[in-house]
């Protein structure tokens, strides 16, 4: 598989370096950490810091995230991989502007375990830490087993209402209760078409046949549900949304946003394909689209493929998801 970089083991810190050159207005690097990039925007004080992070090969997620509106920094691992907490402490304490911080990322092992380590070191430094786990995809564990649930593109909805409520003055309890909120409500479930391959590898990320589909794939090509023939968009469509709506309750008249989002390679077209679908079987179930995401806003690298994501919205996250956003690869007026 093609690429267009250098020495492999240095993708990262080379992407970093031309992301950050690309976007000075939005975003430097602190010099006690590399991995470490924060707003280049100047918050007010007693502002809840919102800090994001995990591996490498998201993008936009997680650094195009960073800006205002939303998160307040950002620690890149390795691809794939967590952040260790040596980066994400220096974002802290960068970020801290005497109301504490939260931490949000996905519910992955090497996640938790270096996220949670980062918040000791914080809080020995008199740093209040919150810290929210996204856990939307629906095919990584059954509903009775939610916290083992792996995170997926919902957790773009959980930045955007987390970063929203900061910005309106919320105490850090009630910002990290806002993106518990959102996490609850959110489902997710992906379909993988072709692999990806690691910068260090060339190899592909698993094996799909030429005309097979992975239905529940996971966003590093953990294994999902099913292997089966490829089918129309409107089936697949049909086959996500089914799992969604067995998962979650919702009632004709309830609003949701939704996000189509692409694993890396899949075209616009077909994404809005698969979106049309979405639509209508919304319509039939009588509940409404109050706002819609189209586009790679959570990818894998070169990866084929899609995820839906349904997130039910209250009055509050209605507010939270209209809140305005300007970041480097997301801008909401």
């Not at 975003?27 to 007010?44: F, G, H, I, P, Q």
């Not at 919150?130 to 919902?154: H, Q, Y």
Request: aromatic fraction near 6%; charge should be negative.
């Amino acid at each position: 598989m093609k690429k267009l970089i250098n020495n492999p083991e240095n993708v990262v810190e080379e992407m970093i370096d031309g992301y950050v050159k690309a976007h000075p207005s939005y975003v430097r690097r602190l010099a006690e950490n590399d991995r470490s990039l924060v707003s280049s925007m100047e918050t007010k004080v007693d502002k809840v810091g919102i800090l994001i992070g995990g591996g490498s090969g998201h993008e936009p997620a997680f650094m195009g995230y960073v800006g205002a509106g939303m998160a307040d920094g950002v620690a890149v691992g390795n691809i794939f991989a967590s952040p260790p907490p040596a980066p994400i402490l220096e974002v802290t304490k960068a970020i801290n502007k005497g109301a504490g911080v939260l931490y949000l990322y996905g519910n992955y092992a090497g996640d938790v375990m270096n996220f949670g380590m980062a918040a000791d070191l914080a809080e020995m430094e008199e740093i209040q830490v919150e810290m929210v786990l996204a856990s939307d995809d629906v095919a990584s564990a059954p509903k009775e087993e939610k916290d083992r649930r792996r995170g997926i593109a919902g957790e773009f909805f959980v930045y955007k209402t987390a970063g929203a409520a900061a910005d309106f003055g919320y105490k850090l309890e009630e910002v990290a209760r806002v993106a518990r909120q959102t996490n609850e409500n959110t489902r997710s479930m992906g379909v993988g078409l072709s692999p990806c391959s690691l910068p260090q590898t060339g190899e592909p990320s698993f094996e799909l046949g030429e005309n097979e589909m992975e239905v529940g794939l996971g966003h590093h090509g953990e294994p999902g549900i099913r292997k089966a023939q490829i089918e129309s968009a409107d089936k697949v469509a049909d086959e996500l949304l089914a799992n969604i709506f067995g998962d979650m309750t919702l009632n004709k008249g309830d609003d949701v946003a939704v996000l189509v989002n692409g694993l890396g390679s899949t075209p616009r077209m077909e994404l809005y394909i698969m979106f049309r679908r979405v639509e209508q079987v919304l319509k039939e179930k009588g509940i409404n689209i109050y706002r819609s995401y189209v586009g790679d806003y959570i990818t894998s690298l070169e990866m084929g493929g899609c995820s839906i994501t349904l997130t039910k919205l209250d009055d509050e996250l209605k507010k939270m998801i209209d809140h305005p956003v300007d970041c480097p690869m997301f801008v909401q007026k």
